[in-house]
């Protein structure tokens, strides 16, 4: 069975954002135009996650989460957060989210933060001490999980 990889998880959030905003939006609190800022987060974080996947790809390094990893990375955005693609994906889906202007999505917001840190990362994190060991360990100790 094939696992839900973090990018489709991501775009199934920003359905449910959009259908929740549009079925179900509780509280709009985010008007015309400043809603519009929104679009700001959602492509810079964009941007932070191209930018770090372009980083693993650069060191021809596996990308796919459940897949075992080639090689640490620990450069460029590495150096300030474990996980920058997750910090892209999570700014994006704030930006989308403030865009919409309802409560309703912010709720998906913070599914995708808990779901992010406790399945994929903790996931991720655990295999990558299996595989790397003290080099991973130190890593951990010296640059934050998100930011």
Do not use: H
């Amino acid at each position: 069975m094939q696992r839900l990889l973090p990018p489709f998880f991501f775009l199934l959030c920003l359905i449910a954002m959009a259908l929740l905003n549009k079925f179900a939006p509780i509280i709009r609190f985010v008007e015309y135009p400043w809603n519009l800022l929104g679009l700001i987060d959602l492509g810079g974080g964009i941007a932070i996650t191209l930018v770090a996947g372009t980083q693993f790809m650069r060191v021809k390094t596996n990308l796919k989460t459940f897949n075992k990893p080639d090689q640490m990375v620990t450069s460029g955005l590495f150096k300030y957060s474990r996980n920058p693609m997750y910090v892209g994906f999570a700014i994006s889906s704030f930006g989308v989210a403030f865009y919409l202007g309802s409560l309703s999505p912010f709720l998906i917001f913070v599914l995708f933060i808990v779901v992010s840190d406790r399945w994929y990362i903790a996931f991720e994190e655990k295999v990558m001490a299996d595989v790397f060991g003290e080099d991973y360990e130190n890593y951990k100790r010296s640059v934050r999980r998100w930011i």
